[in-house]
């Protein structure tokens, strides 16, 4: 086949409709126009793509594998703050669905964030969250913290995940098979979807925050340690939302 005989919408769209073998591509690919290599270019980078996200349900799959059929992961955001709640979500994917540039969320700028969000809400088959107050936080820390969260969000799953995998955290009283992943919102599509609910939420919460207590710069630094925020503890003092075991707060003098 000699693809200078076809016209380059009809190569995008044999590629589009993958009506293609491996052996047409590399004709595809010794095309001297412009115009095809940009196309093959763009097929390469879209099945790298897909590639890359069908590598993130790797553990997903070997627990498919072995008859569980429903697999949450689960993962949590604002650990390290000073202010504000820890979030905590799991998330049910449909298995192997394709979510272009799924990552762990601290990857993520906010834009794509919010677009792979929306796509979450939109195809996962169950999405649950728990918001851990800081008060709770002060009161039995934020790992225990966590953990309360964790189990309070695949209990309340529905339906009920047959295996779950979780980012870093061991969750000993699980009735079901787990896995802790260290940096498994970087390696697991279900961990990752959860890291990226977890993470807009809260986002969303602090947003709401700053509203509250404008001074603080809230939804800007979303209540971490930034030298914006400290300025601000320090001249204002804490207020009713910063986590009163973390420091400088918990040996504020004001």
């Given at each position: 086949m000699n693809s200078k005989n076809l016209a380059v919408a009809h190569i995008k769209e044999m590629l589009l409709q993958k009506n293609v073998c491996e052996e047409q591509i590399n004709i595809f690919r010794n095309d001297t126009r412009t115009a095809v290599a940009q196309v093959v270019r763009k097929w390469d980078k879209e099945q790298c793509e897909l590639a890359r996200v069908q590598n993130l349900y790797l553990n997903e799959y070997e627990y498919h594998e072995k008859g569980y059929d429903i697999i949450a992961g689960v993962d949590e955001a604002g650990r390290g703050p000073l202010a504000g709640p820890v979030v905590v979500a799991a998330v049910i994917l449909p298995l192997g669905f394709h979510i272009p540039k799924i990552n762990d969320s601290k990857k993520l700028?906010?834009?794509?964030?919010?677009?792979?969000?929306?796509?979450?809400?939109?195809?996962?088959?169950?999405?649950?969250?728990?918001?851990?107050?800081?008060?709770?936080?002060?009161?039995?820390?934020?790992?225990?913290?966590?953990?309360?969260?964790?189990?309070?969000?695949?209990?309340?799953?529905q339906p009920r995940?047959?295996?779950?995998?979780?980012?870093?955290?061991?969750?000993?009283?699980?009735?079901?098979?787990?896995?802790?992943?260290?940096?498994?919102?970087?390696?697991s599509a279900s961990i990752a979807a959860a890291s990226i609910i977890a993470k807009v939420e809260r986002d969303q919460f602090m947003n709401e925050l700053d509203e509250k207590y404008p001074m603080y710069g809230f939804a800007k630094h979303k209540g971490y340690g930034t030298a914006e925020h400290l300025e601000a503890i320090r001249k204002y003092g804490p207020c009713p939302v910063h986590r009163k075991s973390f420091e400088p707060i918990k040996s504020w003098r004001g």
């Open positions: 700028s906010a834009k794509v964030r919010e677009e792979i969000y929306n796509c979450i809400i939109q195809h996962a088959i169950a999405i649950e969250r728990a918001i851990i107050d800081e008060q709770t936080i002060d009161e039995i820390n934020i790992y225990q913290a966590t953990v309360k969260g964790m189990y309070m969000v695949i209990n309340g799953l995940p047959k295996a779950v995998l979780i980012d870093a955290v061991p969750l000993d009283q699980l009735t079901m098979p787990s896995l802790s992943l260290i940096k498994g919102d970087a390696i």
